[in-house]
C-alpha cells in the first residue's frame, strides 16, 4: 500500500488495510526522507487489528538477548514494545551479525508482504527462461477464461509495480475476512489460487497506470507465473527459488495444515495470540515464513545479483519521481545523496517484517518481530546510518 509518514513509528499503522475501507489514501509514495516511516505493503488489515485490540492491552516483554552483544545493546531501546525479534545485519563484506531477543537466527516468523519480493524474483526467473516477458497479459496466460474481464489487458509489469488498477483485495469474501479477522484468524484463508484468479478477473479496475497498493495484483501475478510453469505457487517457490539458494527454513504453507511444528502464533498490539496466516491462494501476496538466517542469505545473493531471480530488485519499471521508484515488487527509494535503497516490509495479524539494503555500500538489514508492531522506522534509521550499529 501507500508508503505514508506515521506520527509514531511504534503505533500501529494503516497497514495494508486491503479487506477493508482504509484511512490511508492510495497516492504515490513521498520522498523517503530522514524521517519518513514505510507502510509500505503488507497484508495486515490494520481496522481489523483495531477491532481486536478493543481488549484491555497486555504489556509486551522483550525476549532475553542473544547473539551480537554490541547488536542486541544498540537495538534494545528500540524495541521494548515488542517481544520476540531477530536481527541479522549485513555490511557486504564478512558474514552477517545475528542478535535475537527470545529469539535467533533460527527461529521462524511470517514474513508478511516482504514475501512479495519473492514472487517478484519468480516473475524475473519465468523470464529468465522466456516462460513470460514483463508484458505478457493476464489474456495471454489465461486464454478464454479472461475473456470480458476488465483485468484481460493487465501486464505482469503493471501486477508488479502496483499499477494494474486492481483493488487492493476483492469484495467478494469480505464478510468472511471481516469475520475471521474480529476472531483473530487468517482473513485470507477462505480463497484458493482459483478463487484469488476469478476474484481478480471479476474486479473493475481504477486508476490503471497509477500507484495504488495491490495485494490481489500480486496474489494474481504469483498464480500466473505459477499456472505458466504448470505447477503451484509453493511448488515454483521450492523449485526456482528456496531450493538453489539452501533456503530450508523458508516456505510458504498456503493452508494452516501444512504449518511446521517449529511455526508459533504471534501476537497483536494488545498482546493477544494471532493465528498462522498462511494466505491460502493470496500467499504470493504476504504467506511466505522465515528465519534471519534464511532472509540474510537471500537479501546477500539479492544484492550481489548471485540469487536466482536477483534482477527483480535491480530492473526498474516504474517511477514515482525523482526520489521513489519500483523494481519487481522492490520498492527503491533514495536515501540522501543520490544513494538508493532496495527494501520492502511487511505485517500481518501477529508478526512484522523489513528486509532490505543498499547496493552502494552493500550495507543489508533483516528485522522480524512476533509482534505486529512496525519496526520500519528502525529499518529505516539503520540502513541511513543513524541507528548506530
Avoid: C
Avoid at 523470464?127 to 513470460?132: A, C, K, P
Avoid at 519487481?328 to 540522501?336: A, L, P, S, Y
Amino acid at each position: 500500500m501507500t508508503m505514508n509518514p506515521a506520527d509514531d513509528p511504534d503505533q500501529p499503522t494503516a497497514l495494508d488495510a486491503d479487506a477493508l475501507p482504509d484511512p490511508d489514501q492510495q497516492t504515490p509514495p513521498p520522498p523517503f526522507t530522514r524521517r519518513t516511516v514505510l507502510a509500505a505493503g503488507v497484508p495486515a488489515a490494520a481496522a481489523l487489528l483495531g477491532m481486536a485490540a478493543a481488549t484491555s492491552p497486555r504489556p509486551a516483554i522483550l525476549g532475553d538477548p542473544m547473539g551480537d552483544q554490541q547488536l542486541t545493546d544498540a537495538l534494545a531501546p528500540h524495541l521494548t514494545r515488542h517481544r520476540r525479534v531477530a536481527v541479522a545485519l549485513l555490511d557486504g563484506q564478512g558474514a552477517p551479525r545475528f542478535a535475537g531477543f527470545g529469539a535467533d537466527e533460527s527461529t521462524e516468523f511470517e514474513i508478511g508482504s516482504v514475501s512479495k519480493t519473492f514472487t517478484g524474483a519468480l516473475l524475473a526467473e519465468a523470464v529468465e527462461r522466456g516462460e513470460v516477458t514483463l508484458e505478457t497479459t493476464v489474456a495471454e496466460v489465461l486464454g478464454e477464461q479472461a475473456s470480458g474481464s476488465e483485468a484481460a489487458e493487465i501486464t505482469l509489469a503493471e501486477l508488479a509495480t502496483h499499477t494494474s488498477g486492481l483493488p487492493r483485495l476483492s469484495l467478494k469474501g469480505l464478510g468472511g475476512s471481516l469475520v475471521a479477522g474480529f476472531l483473530r484468524k487468517d482473513p485470507y484463508a477462505g480463497r484458493d489460487a482459483e478463487q484469488v484468479i476469478a476474484d481478480a478477473l471479476g474486479s473493475s479496475l481504477s486508476g490503471r497506470g497509477s500507484y495504488a497498493y495491490s495485494n490481489l495484483a500480486v496474489a494474481l501475478q504469483g498464480q500466473l507465473l505459477a499456472r505458466a510453469a504448470g505447477t503451484d505457487y509453493a511448488s515454483l517457490l521450492n523449485q526456482r527459488i528456496l531450493e538453489p539458494l539452501g533456503l530450508s527454513s523458508t516456505y510458504a504453507p498456503i493452508t494452516a495444515e501444512n504449518l511446521r511444528e517449529s511455526a508459533r502464533t504471534g501476537q497483536g498490539t494488545n498482546g493477544l495470540s494471532q493465528a498462522a496466516w498462511a494466505m491460502n491462494g493470496s500467499a504470493p501476496a504476504g504467506g511466505i515464513r522465515s528465519t534471519a538466517a534464511d532472509m540474510a542469505a537471500y537479501i546477500a545473493g539479492t544484492a550481489s545479483g548471485t540469487a536466482p531471480g536477483a534482477a527483480a530488485a535491480s530492473e526498474v519499471l516504474f517511477e514515482d519521481g525523482a526520489e521513489s521508484r519500483h523494481a519487481m515488487n522492490w520498492f527503491q527509494q533514495d536515501i540522501g545523496d543520490g544513494v538508493w535503497s532496495t527494501f520492502h516490509n511487511g505485517m500481518t495479524g501477529g508478526y512484522a517484517a523489513f528486509a532490505g539494503f543498499v547496493p552502494e555500500t552493500g550495507r543489508g538489514i533483516v528485522i522480524l518481530t512476533d509482534t505486529a508492531r512496525s519496526v520500519d522506522a528502525l529499518a529505516i534509521g539503520i540502513l541511513t546510518g543513524e541507528v548506530a550499529l
